[in-house]
């Protein structure tokens, strides 16, 4: 059974903090995806990455940062949170393009609900 | 950038048909998808169609696709409370706001 978990489910966190988000999958899946949820924007892409120590910015990546050190772990960094940020993170993993005749599907975690006050 | 587009709110009783509709702008996509997010968890797909069909059914769910005028379908026949969910149409890496879907007895 395929499994992306994510480090907490609740996080609340105060402005200006250093926040981490862990994902983490154990399909050896390429790629590995953070979005952030919002009402009636549904999801928006931060970051990707393809590969290991590769990233590339998704949409909206100001604010973020990410680290790929291992091929099963992906990390969503604020640097110094804002409650702008308060949103539900959702992080996602594929097989990478080349690497599968299947449709791209993502997989996802259940998502960190992060509340900045 | 590339836009995915969908309705916010769709309300049906319980035997009825739903019909959630998307419209996107990249007719580059190979694949489109429907995604499903049941309360308090994250995204699961529900179906896709590759983009050299017109439709695909799937035992209750049918989906349409017409090219030309990028637009996607999603039916749900007898809809079920079950069916209640958030319904997100999907590019590869670009979704839809997702359309709530409400079934009520």
Same mark, same amino acid.
């Given at each position: 059974?395929?499994?992306?978990?994510?480090?907490?489910?609740?996080?609340?966190?105060?402005?200006?903090?250093?926040?981490?988000?862990?994902?983490?999958?154990?399909?050896?899946?390429?790629?590995?995806?953070?979005?952030?949820?919002?009402?009636?924007?549904?999801?928006?892409?931060?970051?990707?990455?393809?590969?290991?120590?590769?990233?590339?910015?998704?949409?909206?990546?100001?604010?973020?940062?990410?680290?790929?050190?291992?091929?099963?772990?992906?990390?969503?960094?604020?640097?110094?949170?804002?409650?702008?940020?308060?949103?539900?993170?959702?992080?996602?993993?594929?097989?990478?393009?080349?690497?599968?005749?299947?449709?791209?599907?993502?997989?996802?975690?259940?998502?960190?609900?992060?509340?900045?006050? | 950038?590339?836009?995915?587009?969908?309705?916010?709110?769709?309300?049906? @009783?319980?035997?009825?048909?739903?019909?959630? /509709?998307? $419209?996107?702008?990249?007719?580059?996509?190979?694949?489109?998808?429907?995604?499903?997010?049941?309360?308090?968890?994250?995204?699961?797909?529900? $179906?896709?169609?590759?983009? /050299?069909?017109?439709? !695909?059914?799937?035992? @209750?769910?049918?989906?349409?696709?017409?090219?030309?005028?990028?637009?996607?379908?999603?039916? =749900?026949?007898?809809?079920?409370?079950?069916?209640?969910? =958030?319904?997100?149409?999907?590019?590869?890496? @670009?979704?839809?706001?997702? $359309? @709530?879907? $409400?079934? !009520?007895?």
């Amino acid at each position: 059974d395929v499994k992306v978990t994510q480090s907490s489910r609740y996080l609340v966190k105060r402005t200006g903090e250093k926040v981490f988000l862990e994902c983490v999958q154990d399909m050896d899946h390429e790629n590995m995806f953070w979005y952030r949820q919002d009402p009636g924007l549904g999801l928006r892409l931060i970051y990707f990455s393809y590969d290991v120590k590769m990233k590339e910015k998704g949409d909206i990546p100001e604010g973020y940062s990410v680290s790929r050190e291992k091929k099963e772990r992906f990390s969503l960094i604020l640097e110094s949170a804002s409650t702008n940020q308060t949103s539900m993170y959702l992080c996602a993993s594929s097989f990478g393009v080349s690497g599968s005749e299947f449709p791209y599907e993502q997989y996802f975690g259940p998502g960190t609900r992060l509340t900045v006050t | 950038g590339e836009d995915v587009e969908q309705s916010l709110f769709l309300s049906v @009783r319980e035997g009825d048909s739903s019909v959630i /509709n998307c $419209t996107y702008t990249d007719s580059s996509s190979t694949y489109l998808y429907w995604y499903k997010q049941e309360p308090g968890a994250g995204l699961q797909l529900l $179906t896709y169609i590759f983009s /050299n069909m017109d439709m !695909k059914q799937d035992q @209750r769910l049918t989906v349409l696709l017409n090219k030309k005028d990028k637009h996607l379908s999603l039916r =749900i026949a007898d809809t079920q409370t079950g069916d209640s969910a =958030i319904y997100f149409c999907a590019e590869t890496g @670009r979704f839809g706001a997702g $359309t @709530r879907l $409400t079934v !009520k007895p």
